[in-house]
């Protein structure tokens, strides 16, 4: 590694060039923030600053899509808490326990991220118009977490194969039960993948849209603000205003993800290598 | 970079954890069926369980249904007659099939091509860090973390015709207006679009693989006077190809069942119906397809869900092939 100190001018011109290359990739964000804060009338003119920026939009957001937020809410925090809870026992037996057919399990969960959504959605509509659970919240929880699960799994098995071995030898000598090893030993230890698996888990649920317009098209306000941003494009209204601001808002979740936990994300991304 | 370890580490944990279970409590005996597999059932169970109703069920139903004729009236009722493959012949038999995989074809290889190309590029530029480069690396994820009704409405604005932004730049320099999302450019509309979501993945993975290439390989290639491009060629290239080939491989499953995307913008009506779209419409009777099929949007769908099968077995063999 060359320090940066010989090359000072030659890092800035750097810099200048991937200010400009991050302006032009997030040049789309920049323009729903902008949209959703111009005056109505002048939103058609397209001005690239908002001139007589105005909180209109948003105002008449907070009043139309505040149960369609409420409800993602609950929807993610119900697809993380089902995720972890099916994910993190079966992390920990895949990486510490003799698991017959482990070969076999591990493919399965590496074609399951590869199955599409579509696929799933066609199989749960008629499972779900059959057990009368179509348009549920309960319903659409179970269909996220498909979305989740895989990933958890491998994640949780990829780090819990790395807490040192006498730890675990330890809890067994003194006569831990292997639920109270995993309990007291394994899971405080994996504090941060259960962190980097519940925020992806709540982003996915929050962002799903496939299972959503299928399985809860007819929830009403039980449906999440993806069916909310949706039904402003159904209308054809054409209030760009609104739909830029609820845009917005349905954002939040990803800046307070950047935000709050980015080393989180640097990890999950490139575990993403098994998802999109 | 510490912490991105613990993610390239689940990228291989389909295999690697064969190995990694080697030094697990209990592994270095023999397999045979003690005390420990049993907790491990016990542990596993959820999961198990899980796997059978909320993935193997449903997929065994969507292949039925494709065997079976499914109307409205027999999908409420439930006795829809067994064809066996008539649908499947039906299908491939229908006017859109053929333009559509054409499509397909077109949206999943110049998206995954520029994609790649960018995400390369970018990531050789971030490949040594510079001041910022840790901020604005963070920065090119957002596209990726946005929910995708955010980003898809957000481009549907950009290209209106008459006050999108696009169209107001191309002005400037004296290009008439494009109809972006008419049916005969609304493929290129929602590629251009997609290419945008996958830039960052891309970046990512590459950016991991360009970390675990040693440095001393440049700085010696440097010294005997390589320049810039022949670095390039002679080493990023050839030791990332196991990246590149796992990448492009994944790129290709989820390139290939992209729906909310298209939807939102098009509703997969042009050129820009692809097999997944088109099994979406025809389930749902929307779009493109105003009679709900159920049948015939299980075939496309047994159709993509095979591939995805295939590419499963295809990613497993090249990782084996790269762990030797």
């Known amino acids: 590694m060359r320090p940066t100190s010989s090359a000072p001018r030659r890092a800035w011109w750097k810099t200048a060039i991937g200010l400009l290359l991050t302006a032009l990739m997030l040049f789309p964000v920049y323009w729903m923030v902008n949209v959703s804060l111009t005056p109505r009338a002048a939103i058609r003119d397209g001005g690239l600053v908002p001139r007589n920026p105005t909180l209109d939009h948003y105002a008449v957001v907070l009043q139309h899509q505040l149960p369609y937020l409420g409800t993602s809410v609950i929807i993610g925090l119900g697809t993380v808490l089902l995720t972890l809870a099916i994910a993190a026992p079966s992390g920990y037996a895949l990486s510490r326990l003799v698991v017959p057919g482990r070969r076999v399990l591990s493919f399965a969960l590496i074609v399951a991220q590869m199955v599409p959504a579509i696929v799933m959605s066609l199989g749960f509509y008629q499972i779900y118009s059959r057990l009368d659970i179509l348009d549920t919240v309960p319903g659409l929880i179970l269909a996220d977490s498909t979305i989740a699960v895989p990933f958890a799994v491998m994640l949780f098995t990829a780090f819990m194969a790395g807490i040192p071995n006498e730890l675990l030898q330890a809890a067994q000598i003194d006569g831990a039960s292997r639920w109270r090893t995993f309990r007291s030993i394994v899971m405080p230890m994996s504090r941060n993948s259960a962190v980097t698996v519940g925020l992806f888990a709540f982003l996915w649920a929050w962002s799903d849209f496939l299972f959503a317009s299928t399985l809860n098209r007819g929830g009403g306000r039980w449906r999440p603000i993806t069916m909310g941003i949706y039904d402003y494009i159904g209308s054809q209204n054409q209030e760009w205003g609104p739909m830029m601001a609820t845009a917005v808002l349905a954002s939040v979740p990803t800046a307070i993800l950047l935000v709050v936990a980015q080393r989180y994300i640097a990890a999950g991304v490139t575990a993403g290598a098994v998802k999109d | ?324």
Not at chain 2, 60 to 79: E, I, K, Q, Y
Not at chain 2, 165 to 194: C, E, K, Q, Y
Not at chain 2, 264 to 287: C, E, H, V
């Open chain 2, 1 to 324: 970079m510490g912490s991105v370890a613990p993610g390239a580490m689940a990228v291989s944990a389909g295999t690697g954890a064969r190995t990694r279970g080697d030094t697990a409590s209990g592994a270095r005996r023999p397999r045979r069926f003690g005390p420990s597999s049993w907790a491990a059932l016990g542990f596993l169970a959820p999961l198990l369980a899980y796997l059978l109703v909320l993935y193997v069920y449903p997929l065994v139903v969507n292949v039925s249904m494709s065997l079976h004729r499914f109307t409205r009236a027999t999908f409420v009722t439930g006795d829809a007659p067994f064809v066996g493959f008539d649908i499947y012949r039906e299908v491939f038999a229908m006017p859109q099939f053929w333009p559509t995989v054409r499509q397909t074809a077109v949206f999943v290889v110049v998206s995954l091509v520029f994609q790649y190309g960018i995400g390369l590029a970018l990531a050789v530029f971030f490949r040594r860090n510079f001041p910022l480069s840790g901020v604005l690396r963070g920065l090119f994820l957002v596209p990726w973390l946005l929910p995708i009704i955010v980003s898809a409405t957000t481009w549907q604005w950009m290209m209106d015709p008459d006050s999108g932004i696009l169209n107001r730049f191309l002005g400037l320099f004296g290009v008439d207006p494009v109809w972006w999302l008419n049916a005969h450019n609304s493929l290129m509309s929602v590629t251009i679009a997609n290419i945008w979501l996958g830039i960052p993945f891309n970046l990512v993975i590459l950016y991991s693989g360009l970390q675990n290439i040693p440095t001393d390989l440049y700085e010696a290639a440097s010294i005997d006077g390589a320049g810039p491009w022949r670095l390039f060629r002679s080493i990023t290239m050839p030791l990332l190809r196991p990246v590149s080939a796992i990448t492009l491989l994944l790129g290709f499953v989820y390139t290939l069942k992209v729906v909310d995307i298209i939807w939102i913008m098009t509703m997969g009506t042009g050129s820009s119906q692809t097999l997944a779209t088109w099994a979406y419409s025809m389930a749902f009777g929307k779009g493109a397809s105003a009679v709900i099929r159920y049948s015939e949007a299980s075939v496309v769908g047994t159709i993509l869900l095979v591939i995805a099968l295939v590419m499963g077995f295809v990613y497993i063999a090249v990782q084996r092939r790269q762990e030797r």
